[in-house]
């Protein structure tokens, strides 16, 4: 059974940083594409960032240049550094794992940026 958990999050200043980790059981992810979603209140959940196996990454035009997502395939683990946090950044943060016809989803981390 392939299970996804999240780490990581947390309340933190504006301008302060998270590392956000979500590792993987059951299932290997170095051939996945990875991706981190989040789901502010009120909003849609939205992507914020994705991994494929080559290394590729893709990011929201809201989050380039203060996040960096990598993936660790020893560890079966997907990171997501975020940097410069703003209030706009709060949501539950989602870490999802695609191949094939097959998705999953972890549970979700909150990250409630405030001072």
């Known amino acids: 059974q392939v299970q996804l958990v999240e780490s990581g999050g947390g309340l933190v200043q504006p301008g302060g940083s998270l590392r956000l980790a979500c590792a993987a059981s059951?299932?290997?992810?170095?051939?996945?594409?990875s991706a981190w979603y989040r789901q502010a209140p009120g909003k849609e959940r939205e992507l914020v960032a994705s991994?494929?196996?080559?290394?590729?990454?893709n990011y929201a035009e809201s989050v380039k240049g203060r996040f960096t997502i990598s993936r660790d395939n020893a560890k079966n683990t997907v990171y997501l550094q975020m940097n410069s946090l703003k209030p706009e950044d709060t949501a539950v943060y989602y870490c999802n794992d695609k191949f094939g016809f097959s998705e999953y989803w972890g549970q979700g981390t909150q990250v409630p940026v405030s001072s």
């Open positions: 059951g299932t290997s992810i170095s051939f996945h594409a």
């Open positions: 991994i494929i196996s080559g290394g590729r990454t």
